[in-house]
């Protein structure tokens, strides 16, 4: 039976229903960068037993705080192991020896206001600095994946872009606008493709081979998703054909049952 592995986002996760068949056989690691999951755990944070994040959202901050999520997933044994790049928008910040992923879940955690993050500086995203980081840990991981039982598993590299156009209910396609990282973060579409175009790229040096799946020109927002319009909520089409090629490499699709609205597990 196939185990997947997914390092990545809801471009991903969203294939599987959350309380469906299948789901039992997934791990996922999300909200989270390479140089996060690679790096030592935050000196002096505490976890909170009580927090204003849903349980999934809270385990996701909590795993990219403590750098547990490598060795769950090593544990997990995957068959299959699906990357994909569209939770690598937010910026870093550097907190003492450890590097933490700036998501909207670690803001509205409270946890920056912890004693422990006293000292927290920002490295933001499309800076030099950041591509070091993350193009170092890329190698690491690389070395990871190479030395224990991720070696076994198939690697895809799930090929992600922002939209820049949604389709309307009427059937139009008319451009996306304003859209942001977080609330007060607004972002521009071409660098944020153009950057996963380059981290793509280096990840194909550095890893073992990858398969590749690709939704190609399905990648158009839908007004109408579940979850709410966005660069990279995209229309039925678009899953549909991920799912025909991820079958093509061995994943089967799970049946699909009603599901709650999808978050960040850790």
């Not at 999934?56 to 403590?66: E, G, I, K």
């Not at 224990?148 to 949604?166: C, F, G, Q």
């Not at 793509?200 to 690709?214: F, G």
Request: hydrophobic share 40%; proline share 8%.
């Amino acid at each position: 039976m196939a185990r997947v592995g997914i390092i990545g986002s809801c471009i991903t996760r969203d294939l599987w229903p959350i309380r469906g068949p299948g789901a039992e056989n997934l791990a996922y690691l999300s909200r989270t960068s390479f140089p996060s999951l690679m790096s030592e755990p935050v000196a002096g944070f505490r976890p909170s037993r009580q927090s204003p994040l849903s349980g999934n959202q809270h385990r996701a901050v909590v795993a990219d705080l403590t750098k547990t999520g490598l060795a769950r997933l090593v544990a997990f044994r995957p068959t299959h192991l699906i990357f994909d790049f569209i939770d690598e928008r937010f910026d870093l910040m550097s907190v003492g020896r450890s590097i933490v992923t700036r998501s909207w879940e670690l803001g509205a955690s409270g946890y920056l206001a912890q004693k422990a993050f006293r000292d927290a500086r920002t490295i933001p995203r499309l800076s030099d600095a950041c591509w070091r980081l993350w193009t170092d840990a890329a190698g690491e991981l690389a070395a990871v994946v190479r030395s224990t039982p991720l070696r076994e598993a198939k690697l895809i590299l799930h090929v992600s872009r922002w939209a820049d156009e949604m389709r309307t209910p009427d059937g139009d396609h008319r451009p996306l606008t304003n859209v942001a990282i977080l609330d007060d973060q607004p972002a521009d579409i071409g660098q944020q493709n153009a950057l996963l175009a380059a981290y793509e790229a280096h990840l194909t040096s550095v890893m073992p081979p990858l398969a590749r799946v690709d939704g190609g020109a399905l990648r158009i927002a839908d007004p109408g998703h579940r979850w709410g319009l966005s660069p990279f909520h995209f229309i039925p089409e678009y899953y549909a054909e991920i799912w025909r090629q991820l079958e093509a490499l061995g994943v089967p699709q799970p049946s699909a049952e009603p599901a709650e609205p999808s978050v960040p597990a850790a």
